[in-house]
């Protein structure tokens, strides 16, 4: 799937972009092309990711996407990344795991997409399932996996 630009987020960016004072700003918007179209199925549905891995990732999530996405994944310049407006998201555009990754790691920081290391990202998306109320187990989530994941996304 491919996320649509909501119009909303359309003045935010452009106020942005004055702020961090880039001359010419593109929408991020996940690239169909690179997401892979085979998914591997997991059992059960099933999304997995380790304790630790998520407190990693609390950390990772502070220092690069807190300042847009909220402390408490409650949005600000960025959307909400939990609660009632993710859930909206996801109901519209029967967003995944899968799709929510792909484009946080490809498009993300907003301003130096894809600049962080893959373990990161995949910690990163560790503490948002965490947040978002999905339980920890003893394996941990991979890029690879959060990638190719279908599980649906959504907030408790
Ligand atoms: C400089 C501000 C900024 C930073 C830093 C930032 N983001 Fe974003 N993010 C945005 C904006 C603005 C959008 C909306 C873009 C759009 O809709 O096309 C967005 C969209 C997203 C989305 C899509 C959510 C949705 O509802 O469409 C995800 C997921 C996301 N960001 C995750 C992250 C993560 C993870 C980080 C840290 C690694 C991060 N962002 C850092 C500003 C930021």
Not at 21 to 45: E, Q
Not at 70 to 96: D, I, M
Request: charged fraction near 15%; charge should be positive; glycine fraction near 8%.
């Amino acid at each position: 799937m491919t996320f649509v630009i909501r119009r909303a987020a359309v003045t935010t960016v452009a106020a942005l972009a004055l702020l961090i004072g880039a001359s010419a700003v593109t929408m991020p918007r996940a690239d169909a092309t690179t997401k892979k179209t085979t998914h591997v199925a997991m059992a059960g549905g099933a999304v997995s990711y380790d304790a630790a891995q998520a407190t990693a990732g609390a950390k990772a999530y502070g220092a690069n996407c807190a300042s847009c996405h909220g402390e408490k994944l409650e949005g600000g310049v960025g959307p909400a990344l939990s609660g009632a407006t993710l859930n909206t998201l996801a109901k519209n555009t029967k967003l995944t795991v899968g799709d929510m990754f792909t484009f946080m790691s490809q498009q993300m920081p907003l301003n130096a997409p894809a600049s962080l290391p893959k373990a990161q990202y995949a910690a990163i998306m560790a503490y948002v399932l965490k947040f978002n109320g999905y339980p920890a187990s003893s394996k941990a989530l991979t890029y690879a996996g959060a990638t190719d994941s279908t599980v649906v996304m959504r907030s408790k």
